[in-house]
């Protein structure tokens, strides 16, 4: 590659999400601990590309999503397998794009009326873009230090989000520790999000996806005297659910631009650059 000749430009938006992806994100330690979040410019260059990516530029339409009612299985393994669910279920697809140790790209889309319940992402660093359609969204991120409930294992939580939103909008972004990391969507028309999790899920390193009930402020009472500031209905007592939680979804063939894995592909440039200036 020869000095002050620019690269090639991504083949796609999707390619350009991948390749920014990859320079941004770094895989998890041998020990399965997440990395740091990202510098806040790099994950704003990830938003604002998020932003200008359209239902057309990764294979859907507006009306992708039809209101069927399909079979699928999806728990806190995610994507672990398969059954037959009841009539009345509204299934959710997940359309798989890439995914390797330090970040994932895949889309969820759902049908009216259709649920995510309440859940964690530990360690992760997350941006979602609604490519299409409405829905609701409330979030929540733990008190610190960390408040108890007297009665039953029930953590407080502060409200962050509780609002429908509506594409075109800008991409969202949540933290390990901010931004509402803990988040429910109910979709309030057909709707695709567009989602980066970085790092991904993974059951082999502890990094499990939790899911809540989530119970008004003044429902429970604190452990000792806490006491909150400003409106109490913008706290919530969080507790985990212990027994496995299904949201029925089906896994579909994503149709858009397929990634051009490139896994040296910043090494291999370097060399290319040291060759090149050695003869």
């Known amino acids: 590659m020869a000095w002050g000749v620019p690269p090639r430009p991504p083949s796609s938006k999707v390619q350009a999400l991948y390749e920014l992806c990859k320079r ?25 590309l998020m932003d200008t990516i359209t239902p057309a530029d990764v294979g859907l339409r507006d009306d992708s999503v039809e209101e069927d009612r399909g079979h699928g299985f999806f728990d806190s393994n995610f994507l672990k397998s398969s059954a037959r669910v009841a009539r009345w279920a ?62 039953q294992p029930a953590r407080l939580a502060m409200l962050q989000t509780d609002e429908v939103r509506t594409a075109p909008c800008q991409t969202s972004v949540l ?65 985990a659910i212990n027994t496995p939680v299904n949201i029925y979804m089906r896994p579909g063939m994503y149709t858009g631009p397929a990634v051009q894995v490139k896994p040296n592909f910043y090494i291999a440039v370097a060399r290319e650059d040291v060759v090149e200036q050695n003869s």
């Not at 941004?24 to 604002?48: E, L, N, Y």
């Not at 970040?103 to 969820?108: E, N, P, R």
């Not at 899911?211 to 507790?239: C, I, M, Q």
């Open 175 to 239: 933290y390990p520790e901010s931004g509402g990391n803990m988040h429910c969507f109910t979709s309030v028309s057909s709707c695709a999000v567009l989602d980066v999790l970085a790092p991904p899920y993974s059951e082999d390193v502890g990094r499990i996806c939790t899911y809540f009930h989530d119970y008004p402020f003044s429902s429970l009472s604190a452990a000792g005297h806490t006491k909150v500031a400003g409106n109490p209905d913008s706290y919530a007592w969080l507790e």
């Open 90 to 151: 509204q299934p959710i697809t997940y359309l798989h794009i890439y995914e390797c140790d330090a970040f994932s790209i895949g889309i969820f889309c759902l049908p009216t009326s259709a649920i995510i319940p309440l859940h964690d992402h530990p360690g992760m660093t997350v941006l979602s873009k609604i490519l299409y359609g409405s829905m609701h969204v409330k979030s929540y991120d733990w008190i610190e230090p960390t408040v108890l409930a007297s009665s």
């Open 24 to 48: 941004t994100f770094s895989s998890p330690s041998a020990a399965g601990a997440s990395p740091p979040p990202p510098p806040a410019d790099a994950v704003r260059s990830i938003s604002s």
